[in-house]
């Protein structure tokens, strides 16, 4: 019930594209759901999230949709650039609770 | 924004001997870190959360006399990889969270090789 599933665990789109993301959980006392960018050799950087009060979040490119009711989440990154080419990985926590649970991660390749 | 400093980005230590990794909080009061260690092309693996000035909380199956972690300040923890082995090459990387906001802010990460 701890788990938060990724998918795809790759994915490759052209430049221009807008690649999606998507994750899904099951604890329903999971209430911040943020999206991390990771290039090789560095940490995880934030890049957006989103509480359940909320069905959509927009900040620049990035995108957050959520649906409470089916437990699920996905990253849209708009006009893609090969800059973008990172490996994206969810997340969620529970007020209160300490941990951040990690999806699986994702392999975004954008292609020039 | 918040940011937090991880040192040393990348570290070769001798197998048998201990190496620091040190995580601050630059610029906001950290009242739990988090570390985590992450293999090629995997998630982020949780091995600890450490509260300042208390006894950090592992994660199942992580050895806390070889991880020791210490939480000092409300801007320094670090992470000490005791009588290190080879297989405790990876790459570990600290979190830090705000007191009064619900973000959580990564350290840049170091490269542990152990020879």
């Known amino acids: 019930q701890q788990q938060v599933k990724q998918s795809p665990q790759s994915l490759i789109v052209q430049k221009g594209g807008i690649p999606i993301i998507n994750c899904a959980y099951e604890?329903?006392?999971?209430?911040?759901f943020p999206w991390y960018q990771q290039f090789p050799g560095k940490g995880p950087a934030l890049l957006i999230a989103?509480?359940?009060?909320?069905s959509e979040k927009k900040e620049g490119r990035f995108t957050i949709s959520f649906n409470k009711s089916a437990k699920q989440f996905s990253l849209h990154i708009m006009d893609s650039q090969p800059g973008d080419s990172a490996t994206y990985f969810c997340?969620?926590?529970?007020?209160?609770?300490?941990?951040?649970?990690f999806g699986q991660g994702t392999r975004l390749t954008i292609n020039p | 924004g918040a940011v937090v400093s991880q040192h040393p980005s990348r570290v070769i230590c001798k197998s048998g001997t201990s190496v620091k990794i040190e995580c601050r909080s630059l610029?906001?009061?950290?009242?739990?870190m988090f570390w985590y260690r992450q293999f090629p092309k995997k998630s982020l693996m949780l091995m600890a959360t450490?509260?300042?000035?208390?006894?950090?909380?592992?994660e199942q199956g992580v050895e806390k006399d070889k991880f020791l972690i210490n939480h000092a300040s409300l801007t320094l923890s670090t992470l000490t990889v005791t009588s290190a082995h080879p297989e405790d090459s990876s790459f570990y990387i600290c979190?830090?969270?705000?007191?009064?906001?619900?973000?959580?802010?990564f350290g840049s990460g170091t490269r542990l090789t152990v020879v």
């Open positions: 979190s830090a969270r705000d007191r009064g906001l619900m973000g959580y802010t």
């Open positions: 604890n329903t006392a999971f209430d911040y």
């Open positions: 989103i509480r359940p009060d909320v």
């Open positions: 997340a969620a926590s529970k007020q209160g609770a300490q941990k951040l649970v």
């Open positions: 610029d906001f009061q950290a009242t739990t």
């Open positions: 450490s509260n300042e000035g208390s006894k950090a909380t592992y």
